[in-house]
Nanobody
């Protein structure tokens, strides 16, 4: 069982930056960041496979970057040029890569709140 703990959420102004972190209790093979705003469905934002393959939602391409350290035990989401529509509860997920997004995520963290205004 993989335990994931997110941190780094905050309230920021439009155009600002944040870096979210996610710490995993064990080695992972695929990691992802998802977000959910009130009244909306959860949206996959970014994903990273152990081999380096990435996924980004069109809404964040060029602004968000997913990265990892320590054999994918620590995962980051660098968010730049933040917009109000980026507001939401951000969740880290771990699982396995797949041919089609949203891959095969099996473990989820509790999330961290990002508010852009």
């Amino acid at each position: 069982h993989v335990q994931l703990v997110e941190s780094g959420g905050d309230s920021v102004q439009v155009g600002g930056s944040l870096r979210l972190s996610c710490t995993s209790s064990t080695v992972t093979y695929a990691v992802g960041w998802f977000r959910q705003a009130p009244g909306q469905e959860r949206e996959g934002v970014a994903g990273l496979c152990r081999g380096g393959r990435t996924y980004y939602a069109d809404s964040v391409k060029g602004r968000f970057t997913i990265s990892q350290e320590n054999d994918m035990r620590t995962i980051f989401l660098q968010m730049d040029n933040l917009k109000p529509e980026d507001t939401g509860h951000y969740y880290c997920a771990a699982g396995f890569c797949g041919d089609k997004w949203p891959w095969d995520f099996r473990f989820w963290g509790q999330g961290t709140q990002v508010t852009v205004s």
